[in-house]
């Protein structure tokens, strides 16, 4: 095996934690508002059923195949061309993906506070210290995202108890106006949020307790979506029926908070919890792709290609999109189909395939044995 660190099960709950929330609590409240509307604190919830789900079903393939990724396995399911095919199509769409969270992170910090920084810049200072900590393996990162995750959650807790007050309970209503299907719409982008937890298939492998791996899997889904609820109420409650017009509803609550009259406008708080979560998700899908690219070309190991593949999504992040509007209105159409399609489809394909094969091979020696 290529890595050689260990952690628990309870350390990849933790990682993969800020993986799905980092970007999630700046962007998906005002994407999810454009369509569920005043029902936007329903949608996180239908959209965790497929982080439930995606969890599972990484889960059973690991199961499957217990000391292999998904770029190994891959090669067992549906034969080594098409496996290869598989493998190289994973490596490119975390490069992309990556490169998105970098350039959602750049576009944040320049557009809101560092306004005359070259983006470059921002992205490749991030990118660098990325680079070290997926050098030094995977317990480093999870030792990172460990001390981190409590900082994060007390931050956000500390700006959601700040706003109590100004908060209108009254802005929910009336609930289900239009039916159902306008929070399950909204539901779109949080499941593809979700989709992400197919990262644990790079984890699982090195895990020190495995059979605890699905039980905690399940918790950090749980604990994501509570967040997810918790913003969506939050930005419902302060904002009303303009959520959906703003860009990040949770820099603008920042703004709002005002404490007698010196404790006023935390968007640094904000910035914190920003440049912490997008640290541990671009290690998270940095890994993957520097673990994924070793194990694709059959290296003996994944520390020399890991500053190159640093450069490769830099340039990436340049090249996603022309400006943030554009980033915006592709976040939340385009790449839910995309996210969906790789993390949600392909593996249930995956592992469709693999039983139905193990399935016809079971009962191919019990006609032996008969015979």
């Known amino acids: 095996m290529i890595e050689k660190g260990k952690i628990s099960a309870a350390q990849m709950a933790i990682m993969m934690h800020p993986t799905i929330i980092a970007t999630g609590l700046l962007l998906v409240p005002a994407i999810t508002a454009v369509k569920a509307e005043r029902d936007m604190w329903v949608s996180p919830i239908w959209g965790s059923l497929v982080g439930f789900v995606v969890v599972c079903i990484t889960y059973q393939l690991h199961k499957q195949y217990p000391n292999e990724t998904v770029i190994e396995y891959s090669e067992h399911?549906?034969?080594?061309?098409?496996?290869?095919?598989?493998?190289?199509?994973?490596?490119?769409?975390?490069?992309?993906?990556c490169g998105l969270v970098i350039r959602e992170y750049g576009e944040f910090i320049v557009g809101t506070f560092l306004l005359k920084t070259p983006e470059v810049v921002v992205y490749g200072s991030m990118v660098i210290v990325c680079a070290f900590a997926v050098r030094g393996?995977?317990?480093?990162?999870?030792?990172?995202?460990?001390?981190?995750?409590?900082?994060?959650?007390?931050?956000?807790?500390?700006i959601v108890i700040f706003l109590t007050l100004d908060l209108n309970p009254t802005n929910m209503l009336?609930?289900?106006?239009?039916?159902?299907?306008?929070?399950?719409?909204?539901?779109?982008?949080?499941?593809?949020?979700?989709?992400?937890?197919?990262?644990?298939?790079?984890?699982?492998?090195?895990?020190?307790?495995?059979?605890?791996?699905?039980?905690?899997?399940?918790?950090?889904?749980?604990?994501?979506?509570?967040?997810l609820v918790i913003t969506n109420f939050t930005a419902l409650f302060l904002f009303g029926d303009i959520v959906a017009d703003l860009l990040y509803p949770v820099m603008d609550a920042g703004r709002y908070i005002r404490v007698a009259e010196f404790f006023t406008h935390l968007e640094s708080v904000v910035m914190a919890i920003w440049i912490l979560g997008a640290f541990i998700k671009i290690s998270v899908f940095y890994y993957?792709?520097?673990?994924?690219?070793?194990?694709?070309?059959?290296?003996?190991?994944?520390?020399?290609?890991?500053?190159?593949?640093?450069?490769l999504l830099v340039l990436v992040g340049i090249w996603t999109a022309p400006n943030l509007t554009e980033?915006?209105?592709?976040?939340?159409?385009?790449?839910?189909?995309?996210?969906?399609?790789?993390?949600?489809?392909?593996?249930?394909?995956?592992?469709?395939?693999?039983?139905?094969?193990?399935?016809?091979?079971?009962?191919?020696?019990?006609?032996?044995?008969?015979?």
Request: proline letters at 4%; one cysteine or more; aromatic letters at 16%.
């Open 77 to 97: 399911i549906v034969g080594r061309i098409l496996g290869k095919v598989f493998g190289l199509l994973y490596i490119l769409f975390y490069i992309h993906g």
């Open 137 to 158: 393996g995977l317990e480093v990162i999870a030792r990172c995202a460990q001390l981190f995750f409590p900082v994060v959650l007390l931050l956000f807790l500390l």
């Open 174 to 227: 009336p609930i289900f106006e239009k039916g159902v299907m306008p929070s399950i719409a909204g539901a779109a982008a949080p499941a593809a949020w979700f989709s992400q937890y197919f990262l644990m298939a790079f984890m699982l492998p090195y895990l020190t307790d495995r059979e605890k791996g699905l039980k905690w899997g399940n918790y950090s889904v749980l604990s994501v979506l509570f967040l």
């Open 288 to 311: 993957a792709i520097a673990l994924g690219t070793a194990q694709w070309l059959k290296l003996s190991e994944y520390k020399s290609i890991v500053m190159p593949l640093g450069f």
């Open 327 to 371: 980033l915006k209105y592709y976040l939340g159409t385009s790449t839910v189909f995309y996210l969906l399609s790789m993390q949600f489809v392909l593996p249930g394909a995956l592992l469709i395939i693999d039983s139905v094969r193990k399935k016809g091979q079971h009962n191919k020696q019990k006609r032996g044995v008969q015979v």
